[in-house]
């Protein structure tokens, strides 16, 4: 499904607007970062996806429709949205009703219910724990349930804040192989992080917030070789690039194989 917010503006009070003029199109099936400084706005805009917070100006369209008059609850069918903190979202005693729990209100039938669960158990290694209450897990497990749950409501679009923070590197590895799944499902995934070599690894595109403004929509490897627009935006250059900047690599690298692709062609 595409997206397209056209001259976004939101306050949360009177004052400056924290979306000021915001314009992006989405398309179906693509994979976007969100980044951008703490405060810059990123969460704000995530929920105006689904109808949780409703700009005071300016229009949003999924797939050629106004988003303005959906009720949450139908929206929600199209944009499934991970909240940064699990705790936020978990409202089940049972990993397995948790998980089950977006569907559920969805309305799908019992056995895409099931089927969806268990899908998205395995993929984050949750199958052993799904009689578990989620609150006798560790932070990062929780995490991984919320993922899960998001990703068993089976929407179209997905939205995800900060998906890797608190989680380790072989957890992280579970949702490099979900995002992987979710890409050959052609859902169109929005990542909000501020993990900069996570995005250098798996997202195409990035859009740059700061201040409340789009500062950069484009290439992640034109973003991440603009020293001024990083400093803008309070970013970090992903180490990867950083390294093969710093051995002068004529394409700087995105990711590790890049590097040593580098390093080979050099040496030949
Ligand atoms: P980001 O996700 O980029 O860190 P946010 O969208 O969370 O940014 O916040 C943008 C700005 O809006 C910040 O200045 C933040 O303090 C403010 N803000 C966020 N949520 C609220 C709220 N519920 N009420 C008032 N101000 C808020």
Redesign the pocket.
Known sequence: MQIRLENIIFR??AGVP?LNDISLDIKKGERVALI??????????AKHLNGLLRPAAGTIRIDGRKTDTESVARLSGIVALLFQNPDDMIAKRRVWDEVAFGPKNLAYPEGRIKILVAESLALFELLPLQDCNPYDLGYSERKRVALASIIAMDTPILVLDEPTAGMDPREIVLLTGALEKLREDYKTVII?SHDMDFIAELVPRVIC?AGGKKRFDGLVRQAFQDQSLLAVCGLLQPQIVRLSTYFRQTEPALTPVEFLENWQRRAK
């Open positions: 949360y009070s924290v951008g400084h703490n405060g810059s706005g990123k969460t704000t805009l909000i917030l």
